[in-house]
């Protein structure tokens, strides 16, 4: 059983910060990439970011300079750190891992509301 457990969403004015964090536990060999996604409504899901096991990291072009991705994988956990929020950043973000020979796995997602 694998387990994903987000934390740290919430309500932040435009131009606030907010620090996702995204837990594995269970029975996990090796985690490959992890990620975070994130769908706002009436949108589809989309990638923001995400982070190899050697820390290469990919982001969406509409977080890049104010997004970070960052990992430990002593702990099993990735973090988002989000700066400068803005309103279109509003949505549910998903945590999406990859586990060596268990496949996929997403999170239940955390709202992130960024409004004045």
């Known amino acids: 059983q694998v387990q994903l457990v987000e934390s740290g969403g919430g309500l932040v004015p435009p131009g606030g910060s907010l620090r996702l964090s995204c837990a594995v536990s269970?029975?996990?060999?090796?985690?490959?990439?992890m990620g975070w996604y994130r769908q706002a409504p009436g949108k589809e899901r989309e990638l923001v970011a995400d982070?190899?096991?050697?820390?290469?990291?990919n982001y969406a072009d509409s977080v890049k300079g104010r997004f970070t991705i960052s990992r430990d994988n002593a702990k099993n956990t990735v973090y988002l750190q989000m700066n400068v929020l803005n309103p279109e950043d509003t949505a549910v973000y998903y945590c999406?891992?990859?586990?060596?020979?268990?496949?996929?796995?997403w999170g239940k997602g955390t709202l992130v509301t960024v409004s004045s």
């Open positions: 982070i190899t096991r050697g820390g290469t990291t």
């Open positions: 999406h891992v990859y586990i060596t020979a268990r496949g996929a796995y």
């Open positions: 269970g029975n996990i060999f090796s985690i490959n990439a």
